[in-house]
């Protein structure tokens, strides 16, 4: 478990500009073909923040190297280069807030996608980077001859 202490800055709210937070990451998982990990996220000094958290989730699995049809043939050595990365996110509210917790999952829900936008674009550059570093082995061309 890893905890990371940072600043966000708040919008729409006229008594504060600057929330401390406080992430704490927990890893479930770490194996050769699968990581997964939960992240929770709790203000301070923000009206409401304590009760309610946003939490994330993240799952990170590489697929096997064997085609789905195991008929097809397929080379043992070039290696999978296929993967599944998935995050979810929700809000973990330990009070009722009737008249803010429309807006307070709305807002979440606003900045989470945001960030994840952005994440997911600074991701896809860094496997560019990667293919370009790590370019895969040329192939032959498979032809199968009829039975």
């Known amino acids: 478990m890893k905890q990371m202490y940072y600043e966000v800055s708040v919008e729409n709210n006229p008594f504060v500009k600057i929330s ?3 992430r704490t990451f927990m890893l479930f998982h770490n194996e050769k073909h699968r990581m ?10 923000v009206p409401y923040c304590d009760n309610f958290n946003p939490e994330e989730h993240y799952l990170l699995v590489s697929l096997p190297k064997q085609p789905i049809n195991p008929n097809l ?3 043992k050595d070039v290696p999978s280069r296929r ?3 998935r995050i979810t996110f929700h809000m973990i509210f330990h009070k009722k807030i009737p008249m803010f917790q429309g807006k307070i999952e709305k807002g979440s829900i606003e900045k989470g996608n945001e ?9 896809l550059t860094k496997i560019e980077e990667h293919r370009l570093l790590y370019p895969l082995p040329k192939q032959k061309p498979m ?3 009829p039975p």
């Open 143 to 145: 032809v199968s001859a």
């Open 36 to 45: 997964e990990m939960r992240c929770w996220t709790q203000f301070r000094n």
């Open 20 to 22: 401390p937070c406080e």
């Open 115 to 123: 960030s994840f936008g952005i994440m997911t674009n600074w991701l």
């Open 83 to 85: 993967c599944i990365f």
């Open 73 to 75: 043939p397929y080379p």
